[in-house]
C-alpha cells in the first residue's frame, strides 16, 4: 500500500509540476515565425509528382490554425481516387522535458478522402498512431488525444486548365496548437503523386501563407525549374483561318472545319470561347462579338500570344502570321 501512495503522489507532483510550468506567462508578446521547406519528388514536365513539406512552430509562439499552399501553374489530378482512399500522411513530433518527466514521441495521421468532385476533393487527416509516452503526457496536461480523432480537415482545388491548383489544410482542433505553443512543433506532411506538372515546362512557384491561431501570417515562396517542357503554340484566338484579322471568314472556316471536312491551320485558334474545345458554340461567339453586342474572344486576341488557359489543343501548323 505505501508504494502505490508513492507512486500516486509522484504521478501528482509529476502533474502539477508540468502545470505550473505551463501556467508561466510568456514575457513577451506573442509572435509567429514558423520555419517551411517544399521538397517535390519529381520535377519533370507533364509528369506527376507528390510533395513533402516540413513545417517547425516555436515554443512560446502561436500554434497554425490554417495552411493554404497555391501552385502557379500545373494541375491536380482526382482521377482514381475515392472516399477513404490515403492520399498523404502527417507527422507531428513531440519533445518536452521538464524536472519530472519528458514527453517523447510522434503523432501520425493519415490523409484520407471524404468525398470527390471534378475539380475539388475533400480530406481529412484520421490519427492512426501515437508513440511514445505522447498520449500519457499529454493527459498530465489536460489534452485528451485518441486514435481516429480529426486532426486536420483538407481541400484539395483543381483551378481551370495548365493555370495551378491549391491545397487547404484547416486545424481541426484536436492536437495543441491552439494559443501559443508550450513546446516546439516540428510537422511533416507528405502528398500521393497527385500534383501533375506543366507540360510546357519552366519554373513551378509554390507559395504557402500559413496563419496562426489569432491571425498572424507568414507567407513563404519556393521556385522550382521544371525539367523538359515543349514551347507553348503562340496564336490569335478567333482568327480561325490565321489571315492576320478576325472576321466574317473565321467563323466560316470554323463551320467548314466542323460541317464540312474543311482545314483549319490552328485549332487553338479556332477555340474562339476558350473552352477547350472546337464546336459550334464557338462560331457564334465569334459572329455575336462581330456583329452582336457579344464579347471579343479572350486573350490572346488581337495579338499572338500563348494561351494563358492551356489545355489539350494545339495548332496543326503555323504560318507567318504567329511565331
Not at 509528382?49 to 502557379?72: A, K, N, T, V
Request: hydrophobic share 40%; proline share 7%.
Amino acid at each position: 500500500m505505501p508504494v502505490l501512495d508513492s507512486r500516486s503522489s509522484l504521478l501528482l507532483l509529476c502533474g502539477c509540476s508540468l502545470l505550473v510550468f505551463l501556467a508561466i506567462p510568456t514575457p513577451c508578446q506573442a509572435q509567429f515565425t514558423p520555419t517551411l521547406s517544399t521538397s517535390i519528388d519529381n520535377l519533370d514536365s507533364g509528369q506527376s509528382s507528390g510533395f513533402i513539406q516540413d513545417g517547425f512552430f516555436f515554443e512560446g509562439q502561436e500554434g497554425p490554425s490554417s495552411m493554404l499552399i497555391q501552385f502557379d501553374r500545373g494541375s491536380f489530378d482526382f482521377s482514381g481516387y475515392a472516399p477513404g482512399q490515403l492520399v498523404g500522411s502527417l507527422v507531428v513530433e513531440v519533445f518536452v522535458s521538464v524536472i519530472f518527466v519528458t514527453i517523447s514521441g510522434d503523432i501520425i495521421a493519415d490523409v484520407q478522402v471524404t468525398s470527390v468532385g471534378p475539380d475539388t476533393m475533400q480530406a481529412i487527416a484520421v490519427i492512426t498512431d501515437i508513440t511514445g509516452n505522447v498520449s500519457a503526457g499529454l493527459s498530465l496536461l489536460g489534452i485528451d488525444l485518441n486514435i481516429g480523432d480529426t486532426a486536420f480537415n483538407v481541400l484539395y482545388s483543381d483551378l481551370p486548365g495548365d493555370t495551378g491548383a491549391t491545397m487547404n489544410v484547416t486545424d481541426a482542433g484536436t492536437l495543441p496548437l491552439s494559443g501559443n505553443l508550450d513546446f516546439d512543433i516540428p510537422l511533416t506532411w507528405a502528398t500521393a503523386p497527385i500534383l501533375t506538372h506543366s507540360p510546357l515546362g519552366g519554373d513551378l512557384v509554390v507559395e504557402t501563407l500559413i496563419t496562426s491561431t489569432t491571425g498572424f501570417e507568414a507567407s513563404f515562396t519556393e521556385v522550382f525549374p521544371l525539367n523538359g517542357g515543349t514551347t507553348p503554340d503562340q496564336f490569335n484566338r478567333g482568327d480561325a483561318n490565321q489571315d492576320g484579322g478576325f472576321d466574317i471568314s473565321d467563323p466560316i472556316t470554323m463551320l467548314g472545319f466542323l460541317f464540312s471536312n474543311g482545314s483549319i491551320p490552328c485549332v487553338l485558334a479556332g477555340d474562339a470561347n476558350d473552352d477547350n474545345s472546337v464546336d459550334i458554340a464557338d462560331a457564334v461567339y465569334c459572329l455575336s462579338g462581330l456583329f452582336g453586342s457579344g464579347a471579343q474572344p479572350p486573350a490572346p486576341h488581337g495579338v499572338c500570344g500563348v494561351d494563358p488557359t492551356p489545355g489539350l489543343l494545339t495548332c496543326l501548323q503555323l504560318n507567318n502570321n504567329c511565331p
